[in-house]
């Protein structure tokens, strides 16, 4: 993302920061919402600050050897972060948050399967399911990416969720949208053993999804 952008960027972290909670896929402080800044260094909440008190001076502006600038330490997943910048050129921003029915499968260890075409929002067939590391550590980074190879959401065993995208409107949705997705499946248990669509009809949606969105820009 240019530099010329940076504080445009820490205003729209802020105001997704504050509809993450206002639409109930977050509660207090627990999620984090991060840009990609230039090639080696991204901007990121700072860890444990209220969202509603934030400044756009108080994000950290943080390199990807771990060095940052400024008085508040960056979000405690920053290693999440860092290790999905790093390892995907098409992701420009970074949405973890811990909604409620996500984490609940999250804590089952459950993935989200084709219940909805709506799921090839997070890039695949089904949402999988990251493995289970300690919160904060290069482990559970590299269990994200990995799950996240050929998505671009995942769920994390016993935490919550991770969305990205090429702009941080876009990860907002997929975030927002997997937890949709996560409520129909819990419910569709519920009511018996969930109908799943066919892998030949997700590969016909999965392809109609490359311009899914695009669409009234590409006809104006």
């Excluded at 990121?44 to 330490?73: K, N």
Aim: glycine fraction near 8%; charge should be negative; hydrophobic fraction near 40%.
């Amino acid at each position: 993302m240019p530099a010329d952008k940076n504080f445009d960027s820490r205003a729209d972290i802020i105001q997704s920061c504050l509809k993450m909670n206002a639409m109930g896929i977050n509660q207090g402080v627990s999620g984090n919402v991060s840009v990609r800044h230039g090639d080696d260094s991204m901007v990121i909440t700072p860890t444990g600050i209220p969202y509603e008190t934030l400044e756009p001076d108080d994000l950290v502006e943080m390199r990807f050897d771990g060095a940052f600038a400024g008085p508040l330490q960056p979000s405690s997943e920053w290693r999440i972060h860092r290790a999905i910048y790093s390892m995907r050129s098409d992701v420009d921003a970074v949405v973890h948050a811990h909604p409620l029915f996500a984490t609940a499968l999250a804590i089952q260890k459950l993935t989200i399967p084709a219940i909805h075409y709506m799921v090839a929002v997070g890039g695949g067939a089904t949402i999988p399911c990251a493995d289970y590391a300690t919160f904060g550590t290069e482990q559970l980074a590299e269990n994200v990416v990995s799950a996240l190879e050929g998505h671009t959401v995942c769920l994390m065993e016993h935490h919550g969720l991770v969305a990205t995208g090429p702009s941080l409107e876009v990860a907002m949705h997929r975030a927002a949208e997997t937890e949709n997705l996560a409520r129909q499946y819990v419910i569709t248990r519920l009511l018996g053993e969930p109908k799943i669509l066919s892998d030949s009809e997700m590969h016909r949606v999965l392809a109609k999804m490359v311009d899914y969105g695009l669409r009234r820009k590409l006809n104006e």
